[in-house]
């Protein structure tokens, strides 16, 4: 199979609490809303204070993705932005790496479990890929649970492997193989994606 012949995904995905859609350039005071507060980009690489013109750009961008590379979809929830969840597909390597942001108001409450789970669902049945990987900082924990709470595994540590705002960090690598992923859902259905 050619990269040309590759399948896509959905555009769209709804789950239980949100609507997975593109975004839109009237999505922009959404992001603003949202991204302006620290704490959502405290481990994120992008601008801290995070302004208009960051919202601005950072939508244009999304609105104008390769879908065959990167696919981006906003978390709508009752007419309003959120957060995101993208997934990087490198073809040739067969394989995709899933990305995540969202409201602080809305954490502790399994959305972006919810959500994430949606998105490893429609990329495995989707395409012919054999895994999935994320990477998070290690001081994230929020980040690290929600990982290990879909399932992925930890891969690795790579130590001092990020300056972050003038900080050394760690980052941690997971990842769940196609099979995994299938067994996980046969396993235990209704809880992946729920807390």
Request: some cysteine; charged content about 25%; aromatic content about 8%.
């Amino acid at each position: 199979m050619t990269t040309d012949d590759w399948p896509s995904l959905p555009e769209s995905i709804q789950t239980p609490r949100f609507l997975l859609r593109p975004f839109r350039l009237a999505d922009v005071a959404d992001v603003f809303a949202y991204r302006r507060d620290p704490e959502v980009g405290r481990y994120l690489p992008f601008a801290q204070p995070f302004e208009r013109q960051h919202a601005d750009a950072f939508v244009a961008t999304q609105v104008l993705a390769d879908r065959r590379e990167r696919c981006v979809w906003a978390l709508e929830q009752q007419d309003r932005v959120v957060g995101g969840v993208s997934l990087q597909v490198v073809r040739r390597m067969a394989r995709a790496e899933l990305g995540y942001e969202m409201a602080r108001w809305l954490w502790g409450r399994g959305l972006m479990a919810e959500a994430a789970s949606a998105v490893i669902d429609q990329a495995f049945g989707c395409l012919p890929i054999i895994k999935i990987t994320a990477t998070a900082t290690a001081p994230n924990v929020r980040s690290t649970r929600l990982l290990e709470k879909l399932g992925l595994q930890r891969e690795a540590l790579l130590r001092q492997h990020r300056v972050h705002r003038g900080h050394v960090l760690d980052e941690v690598r997971y990842g769940i193989l196609r099979d995994e992923w299938a067994n996980g859902r046969k396993a235990s259905p209704a809880t992946r994606g729920s807390s």
